[in-house]
């Protein structure tokens, strides 16, 4: 690559590796072939229009045509939106018009979903399986490939790494989704550390060029946390789920030797019940959104999945990753146990864990902090939204609104969101860990940690337990007594109380939506 | 980090690993400890007049006092002229003078080699072991980090990823040195990429964070190939073996548990060399300058050491590395001998073999061609030199001068320097195949083959052999004839005459000095 613009990769991959496999559905493309059909897309969209600086928002499931997507996009200079189909309609409805989207190009899976978008944008593209679209008239996808010709269009060499490339959302639960626009230096630089940094540590989620991916994160998550683009940067065999439950993502892992997944907790979870009784499953798992629950990890581990936890965000991209510490035994239950807790900044990435008066806090791993992040991608601040970028991007760095403890080894251990946590006696109580702890409980499926206000203390936690059989509240709270002579928790953490409850809401990132969970229990 | 600028890389360090070690002789460092000294001394050296584009000549061993001279002068903006102390007086002369060189810094063990330099800078430091230097009045670099404030200077904040920071030049046999000045974006990732490579892919020479590094190449080629820079970065422990020989360098590795190297073949023959009678040596070998010749790859593995392949050069950079493909097994002995003959292009490098009309040769592992290379980190020319600048880089690509094949997988085998080959009745001949191939025979310790005038082919292939034992030229012609039966090499290859000689002429860089052979051989 002459320039570190995102369509520029391929030609390292290309000369590579030409024949490496992409899977998505019943098609099988190789790099070979997608760069033809990336080149006919991007020469068609070109003549209608589509040029430097338009904004184009894609609503797909993980396909292979919403991956040529960021790389014809990237060709033409244009400014691919990645849409969160999982915000409410009316966040998305917001997102778009934000955005100033002028066109759209939606998967045929969500026609319905999608309706009321229609009158939002001038252009429509239907990401249909063939060149046959729900509705004559509407261009598809498929059909503008076959009316390419495969030349690369003249404006691939005028990109330059600082345009713009990337826009996409938060998922914010309070107020409405906030924008980051990134340059293609930026996101290429955040993705491709993240591959770098799996691949100069040991950790459970190593990657390495012959590897096997299948990213179950969404592309509009931070573009599947980078693999759009280091996967084809590797020139590795990726496979792409689209549309996919539990089942079918265990079939695809057998059938394509997928060796590589990234995924939420929620959806580990998931995948490991489909096992059956003693069946193992021999893959490595970047794991992030929400902490791992130690329980899940040991669960993981039995079934010879490894794993490890990222931290990070669309507001700051990826910022740090656990890894086994050097010197450490990597079979050990400590390596275990850091790489479900504990995160080691990504190479070029400064993390510090600050008070409220801007100092550091010490390196002790017991006090808390919020989480202050600085790296060479890291933006100036949200898309048109100068009020609340002065909040959170200061002097070049990046606060993140999380509360984390940092250990004397570097090590970070993200706690909470700050909003989120509890706050009793004048002292944070770190529900992660009090959630991670509950979950062990073989009764226990899921816990979730809230303040209750309470007279005295300010608040006093009150835990949410969605349970796996029925079990005692006095048992839960022996249970968490032991944990306290143990010394793995405070005392004055333990609930006061604790309430059942069916289902734990979770926001569209996967994690327990905190927010709607106090409405819900009444404390809001 | 938040600029790609080289001193930025310490503070990723210093969060991760502060306490790791650099060994340098006698002197033991943290890298916490380190970065003090270099505080001190960037403090000292502002003050004295050093700053944004100053030019400073450094002329050491591999050094801790050299590695902090790297870090100190990136913060004041200053530039290294890494010096090549192997280069003639007189060329050497050529390049402080080319360089304009403001300072120069000199180790006392090149004392009397640097006299004859004095007079062509104004300013001189002693790198002495200790703050009093070899005479009075001169500054000594101990000195100077005992006067400094331990204090980011203002200026390290102003240094900018364009801005000029490393300046070095080629060892070329014909003319004068030629420089290259890179900016600290393009050594930094250069640098960086070489270390991602060999993390990324399965090879003989991997890169992991909890590796020991101690680099042989001299810090003059491209800072020891990139090492001053990348082993920071990974925050790894790092010996610097000074002056030292093959006996030293062997005690160091087993002393400070080191686990990978870099050396030219020379140097691994020489290692290798001090073994016991069936003795090991567990040694991760990055190896180049010049091929690899399959006797001593097949050593090196008989010893337990894993090696692989690196093709590049001061004006490019990295370019490749020889890597295991996907999908062959690591311990086979084909990958053994891809591993010392075949190299991959580092990842966002792009390269391609082209004839004389600037076509590509079919990539079918036996047309030759020239070795054409592309990066984002590749110079637009020679530093002060159009001339000679504009016959290498074209079109945004430098062309090498090198010979080689491209393989159906996209690997290279680089055969010879253009000027160094032999074209027989219009063909190539690989002179590097031959005395790769020469050199398996138990009786031959080291082979060269250069050109020697030929009425009817133009030229024909002469070898020159250094032997172990006597050996008749009959002998080596027959071995070659059954290497041909083989498949190996092609008949017209066999060379028509062997001399045998004392030694070879080498480079400053370690390579044949083939112009110099044809001279004593009377066929310049």
């Given at each position: 690559?002459?320039k570190?613009?995102?369509?520029?990769?391929?030609?390292?991959?290309?000369?590579?590796?030409?024949?490496?496999?992409?899977?998505?559905?019943p098609v099988?493309?190789?790099?070979?072939?997608?760069?033809?059909?990336?080149?006919?897309?991007?020469?068609?969209?070109?003549?209608?229009?589509?040029?430097?600086?338009t904004?184009?928002?894609?609503?797909?499931?993980?396909?292979?045509?919403?991956?040529?997507?960021?790389?014809?996009?990237?060709?033409l200079?244009?400014?691919?939106h990645?849409?969160?189909?999982?915000?409410s309609?009316?966040?998305?409805?917001?997102?778009?018009?934000?955005?100033?989207?002028?066109?759209?190009?939606?998967?045929?899976?969500?026609?319905?979903?999608?309706?009321?978008?229609?009158?939002?944008?001038?252009?429509?593209?239907?990401?249909?399986?063939?060149?046959?679209?729900?509705e004559?008239?509407?261009?598809?996808?498929?059909?503008?490939?076959?009316?390419?010709?495969?030349?690369?269009?003249?404006?691939?060499?005028?990109?330059?790494?600082?345009?713009?490339?990337s826009?996409?959302?938060?998922?914010?639960?309070?107020?409405?989704?906030?924008?980051?626009?990134y340059?293609h230096?930026?996101?290429?630089?955040?993705?491709?550390?993240?591959?770098?940094?799996?691949?100069?540590?040991?950790?459970?989620?190593?990657?390495?060029?012959?590897?096997?991916?299948?990213?179950?994160?969404?592309?509009?998550?931070?573009?599947?946390?980078?693999?759009t683009?280091?996967?084809?940067?590797?020139?590795?065999?990726?496979?792409?789920?689209?549309r996919?439950?539990?089942?079918?993502?265990?079939?695809?892992?057998?059938?394509?030797?997928?060796?590589?997944?990234?995924?939420?907790?929620t959806?580990?979870q998931?995948?490991?019940?489909?096992?059956?009784?003693?069946?193992?499953?021999?893959?490595?798992?970047?794991?992030?959104?929400?902490?791992?629950?130690?329980?899940?990890?040991?669960?993981?581990?039995?079934?010879?999945?490894?794993?490890?936890?990222?931290?990070?965000?669309s507001?700051?991209l990826?910022?740090s990753?656990?890894?086994?510490?050097?010197?450490?035994?990597?079979?050990?239950?400590?390596?275990?146990?850091?790489?479900?807790?504990?995160?080691?900044?990504?190479?070029?990435?400064?993390?510090?864990?600050?008070?409220?008066?801007?100092?550091?806090?010490?390196?002790?791993?017991?006090?808390?902090?919020?989480?202050?992040?600085?790296?060479?991608?890291?933006?100036?601040?949200?898309?048109?939204?100068?009020?609340?970028?002065?909040?959170?991007?200061v002097?070049?760095?990046f606060?993140?609104?999380?509360?984390a403890?940092?250990?004397?080894?570097?090590?970070?251990?993200?706690?909470?969101?700050?909003?989120?946590?509890?706050?009793?006696?004048?002292?944070?109580i770190?529900?992660?860990?009090?959630e991670?702890?509950?979950?062990?409980?073989?009764?226990?499926?899921?816990?979730?940690?809230?303040?209750?206000?309470?007279?005295?203390?300010?608040?006093?936690?009150?835990?949410?337990?969605?349970?796996?059989?029925?079990?005692?509240?006095?048992?839960?709270?022996?249970?968490?007594?032991?944990?306290?002579?143990?010394?793995?928790?405070?005392?004055?953490?333990?609930?006061?109380?604790?309430?059942?409850?069916?289902?734990?809401?979770?926001?569209?990132?996967?994690?327990v939506?905190?927010?709607?969970?106090?409405?819900?229990?009444?404390?809001?």
């Amino acid at each position: 690559m002459k320039k570190f613009v995102v369509h520029e990769l391929l030609h390292h991959t290309l000369m590579n590796r030409p024949d490496s496999e992409i899977v998505s559905g019943p098609v099988r493309l190789t790099y070979e072939k997608m760069y033809e059909r990336i080149l006919r897309l991007a020469d068609r969209l070109g003549r209608m229009g589509i040029g430097r600086g338009t904004v184009v928002g894609v609503m797909d499931v993980n396909s292979h045509r919403y991956l040529e997507l960021h790389y014809a996009l990237s060709m033409l200079g244009a400014v691919i939106h990645t849409l969160n189909f999982r915000l409410s309609g009316e966040d998305l409805a917001y997102t778009i018009r934000h955005a100033e989207d002028e066109w759209l190009f939606v998967w045929d899976g969500f026609a319905e979903a999608a309706k009321p978008l229609r009158r939002l944008v001038p252009n429509w593209v239907w990401l249909s399986e063939d060149a046959e679209g729900p509705e004559p008239g509407t261009p598809t996808y498929e059909g503008l490939v076959e009316e390419g010709r495969a030349t690369e269009p003249q404006s691939a060499d005028d990109v330059d790494e600082t345009a713009p490339y990337s826009l996409f959302y938060t998922t914010g639960t309070t107020g409405r989704p906030k924008g980051l626009l990134y340059r293609h230096r930026d996101i290429l630089w955040a993705s491709l550390q993240m591959a770098h940094h799996l691949a100069l540590h040991r950790t459970g989620a190593s990657v390495r060029s012959d590897d096997v991916f299948m990213p179950l994160i969404p592309f509009f998550h931070i573009h599947g946390w980078g693999t759009t683009m280091f996967v084809p940067y590797l020139g590795a065999k990726l496979v792409l789920p689209g549309r996919s439950g539990p089942r079918e993502q265990l079939e695809l892992i057998r059938r394509e030797g997928v060796t590589w997944c990234n995924m939420v907790p929620t959806q580990l979870q998931m995948l490991l019940g489909e096992l059956e009784e003693g069946e193992t499953l021999p893959l490595k798992v970047l794991t992030g959104g929400s902490p791992l629950p130690t329980g899940l990890a040991r669960k993981a581990r039995a079934r010879d999945v490894s794993y490890s936890l990222i931290y990070g965000g669309s507001d700051q991209l990826g910022a740090s990753i656990a890894v086994v510490p050097e010197g450490m035994d990597p079979a050990s239950p400590e390596a275990d146990q850091i790489l479900a807790t504990r995160m080691r900044a990504m190479p070029m990435v400064e993390i510090e864990v600050r008070d409220k008066s801007g100092s550091l806090v010490p390196r002790d791993g017991k006090t808390i902090g919020e989480v202050w992040v600085r790296s060479p991608w890291l933006p100036s601040g949200y898309y048109k939204d100068p009020e609340r970028s002065e909040e959170s991007y200061v002097d070049g760095w990046f606060r993140s609104g999380d509360l984390a403890v940092q250990h004397p080894d570097g090590t970070l251990y993200v706690a909470d969101r700050e909003k989120d946590a509890v706050k009793s006696g004048g002292e944070w109580i770190p529900c992660g860990v009090l959630e991670s702890v509950l979950s062990e409980h073989p009764k226990v499926e899921a816990a979730a940690v809230v303040a209750k206000p309470d007279e005295r203390w300010g608040a006093r936690p009150l835990a949410a337990v969605k349970v796996r059989e029925p079990v005692e509240k006095e048992e839960l709270a022996r249970y968490l007594e032991e944990r306290v002579k143990e010394g793995r928790i405070a005392k004055f953490w333990v609930p006061d109380d604790f309430v059942f409850v069916q289902d734990l809401p979770v926001t569209s990132a996967g994690k327990v939506h905190k927010a709607a969970l106090r409405e819900r229990l009444g404390l809001a």
